[in-house]
């Protein structure tokens, strides 16, 4: 075959597209990768990383500021805005190199330039200078991803009203901010800005914030975020921004009445929308459903030899998933024995505010809704030893069992640390594990993982140490 004929063409560079070509390559097909902008996608360059590195310098700095209270001093605590936001960058610039260096090790080549599928396995790019060339391919894997979706009137400007990039580089530190929408984008960086002293309001059009998680988690998280001091806005939609000279005034909508509220700065964030267009999808049978592309298990499309995965496939639009659905797609695609299809009951769900929340399966009333019988345990972080001595001692796990087999259906968590925790469920989850074994599982001590234990003993009455 030529340079420009694969096994495995990957449109999109980002978690999910990176992970499909380096273990198509360690399956040894011949792949390569098409990406317009960053290696690592929006996940290592505007999302997922450099968010983190953001809220890892505003943890430090809240607890600078509650040195005290471990029986220490420090004068002058302040921060830089720029010092913190040029860090941030370097950790996602760091990463995306990273990617760069492990498709060169795996023999990946990486095309520069806009992938539009031509038909009969063939795709064109285009590069930055308009020049155009012809890649062939007998599996082509769409893995282009998702970008920030706008409302009518709430169109980010770069300047007051801010888009996820703009609020990742801050120009100013704003006194005051508007969040618009409490999922885990506007969670965290109200989270960020607020540890760092911005006055926040986070309005949100459900009844609750962080609403894909357990009721019980969302209304324990609501309540150490106004603890913090930030307002939170529940049922209300902005319906207006008002731009003056250096300040936006939104009009928001909430049980039928309309009150303003004026800031400094606006982060919309309403969710996301598929990277389907100018790809050549009128070119073949891919479908779409409300803007995502139709899959099956196996991340097939109508069109024999396409496959979409990531975030342009759907829902939970998060990096784990795409880079696990890439793997499931190479491996099939080369024939590997025992692929199992996507379980999105076995995905975790991490959302990395103060406090921390973290959730894998069914919530309650999910599990009810499906008919179960359940068995709910839940333990607080209050009852346990290493969350006090951490001088974390706020939080919750919650765990929910099928009554009649034992089946752990659910777990949720909200405190310090518990994206990290989760793991441990997700895995049980994944084994299929009932509650027997989990209570015959020794956890160590002392640990803020004993909770995990401990929950699952609430649920059959058996919990110790509360």
């Known amino acids: 075959m030529a340079d420009t004929e694969f096994d495995v063409l990957v449109l999109g560079a980002g978690p999910g597209g990176y992970v499909a070509a380096i273990r198509a390559a360690q399956l040894g097909l011949k792949a390569a990768v098409v990406e317009r902008e960053h290696l690592g996608g929006i996940c290592l360059n505007w999302g997922c990383i450099p968010t983190k590195a953001l809220l890892r310098s505003a943890e430090i700095y809240g607890y600078m500021k509650h040195a005290d209270a471990y029986g220490l001093s420090a004068g002058a605590i302040g921060f830089d805005l720029p010092k913190v936001v ?35 396995g063939k795709v064109t790019v285009t590069a930055k200078d308009g020049g155009t060339q012809t890649l062939a391919a007998k599996h082509i894997i ?31 530190m704003p006194k005051s901010l508007l969040v618009v929408g409490s999922g885990a984008i506007g ?35 609501r309540k150490q975020f106004e603890k913090q001091g930030m307002k939170i806005i529940t049922g209300g939609k ?46 073949t049978k891919v479908k779409l459903d409300r803007g995502h ?33 890439g793997v499931i797609c190479v491996e099939k695609i080369a024939g590997v024995k025992d692929v199992h299809p996507m379980d999105k009951l076995n995905i975790p769900g991490c959302t990395y505010c103060n406090p921390q929340v973290a959730s894998v399966g069914l919530t309650e009333a999910k599990a009810k809704a499906a008919g179960y019988e359940v068995k709910v345990g839940r333990f607080p972080f209050i ?45 049980g989850k994944t084994l299929e594990t009932t509650e027997a074994e989990l209570m015959h599982t020794i956890f160590p001590h002392p640990t803020l993982s004993e909770m995990m234990h401990e929950s699952v003993l609430a649920a059959y009455g058996r919990a110790i140490h509360y």
Do not use: C
């Open 187 to 221: 969670i965290e960086f109200a989270s960020f800005f607020r540890t760092l002293g911005a006055e926040v309001t986070v309005v949100e059009v459900m009844d609750r914030v962080l609403p894909v998680e357990d009721e019980e988690i969302s209304a324990f998280a």
């Open 383 to 427: 009852g346990n030893g290493k969350a006090i001595a951490l001088g974390e001692p706020e939080g919750m796990v919650k765990t929910v069992f099928d009554a009649k087999t034992g089946e752990l259906l659910g777990a949720h968590m909200v405190g310090a640390e518990v994206t990290e925790l989760i793991q441990g469920y997700v895995v």
């Open 86 to 120: 040029k860090r941030s960058r370097q950790v996602a610039g760091q990463l995306s190199a990273g990617v760069k260096g492990l498709l060169k090790k795996n023999k990946v080549p990486v095309f520069d330039g806009s992938a539009k599928l031509a038909g009969g």
């Open 142 to 172: 769409i893995a282009t991803g998702a970008r920030a979706r706008s409302l009518p009137g709430l169109e980010p400007d770069g300047k007051f009203v801010w888009s996820y990039k703009e609020a990742l580089v801050p120009d100013t």
């Open 238 to 283: 902005v319906t207006k921004l008002d731009k003056g000279a250096t300040t936006v005034t939104a009009h928001i909508e909430v049980g039928g009445k309309v009150e303003t509220l004026t800031v400094e700065r606006v982060i919309t964030a309403v969710g996301i929308q598929a990277n389907t267009e100018n790809i050549g999808l009128e070119n």
């Open 293 to 325: 592309i139709v899959t099956d298990g196996y991340l097939r499309t109508d069109e024999p030899g396409v496959y979409a995965i990531g975030d342009v496939a759907g829902a939970p639009w998060l990096a784990h998933k795409a880079s696990h659905e």
